[in-house]
């Protein structure tokens, strides 16, 4: 059981380290330079290309969000069709650091912090039942 919690215990910190990495970039988005894009193709979300000191990259992200939280491209679809059609010039906001990592909109929903403290209590729990957790001994049953 013990093997158990500390498994359980590792999954929800990495995905606790990887959900606050994505809102720390999602929440920074908004101070991120800007470049000339274009909509070229539309898969549930708006494809879009845009050049960054002469390369060109590709994205997909329209909000911030969806670093986080890829459910959000699906319910934001239909709206997302009408905003961003095909051919449309749009401005994008570029990671200066991995240019590749971008997104349209930069308004940051804060309640990704509400899932970041949810594993981050079910990781402590995880780990205190691994440190304080009975600890089974079947050699016990035989009268050693």
């Known amino acids: 059981m013990r093997v158990v919690l500390l498994f359980v215990f590792s999954i929800l910190v990495l995905f606790a380290v ?4 994505e809102a720390w970039h999602a929440q920074d988005s908004h101070n991120w330079p800007t470049a000339k894009g274009t909509v070229t193709a539309f898969y549930e979300t708006p494809n879009y290309t845009y050049l960054v000191g002469g390369k060109k990259y590709a994205g997909s992200y329209v909000s911030c969000n969806e670093f986080f939280s890829r459910n959000e491209a699906i ?14 010039q749009v401005s994008v906001y570029y990671n200066p650091r ?44 035989f009268g050693f």
């Open 75 to 88: 319910r934001n679809s239909a709206k997302y069709a009408v905003r961003y059609p095909l051919e449309a």
């Open 98 to 141: 991995n240019p590749a990592l971008s997104a349209l909109e930069t308004k940051f929903d804060p309640h990704v912090f509400i899932d970041i403290a949810f594993f981050v209590l079910m990781a402590g729990v995880c780990l205190l039942g691994f440190l304080f957790g009975r600890q089974r001994r079947p050699w016990r049953l």
């Open 18 to 21: 990887f959900t606050t990495i």
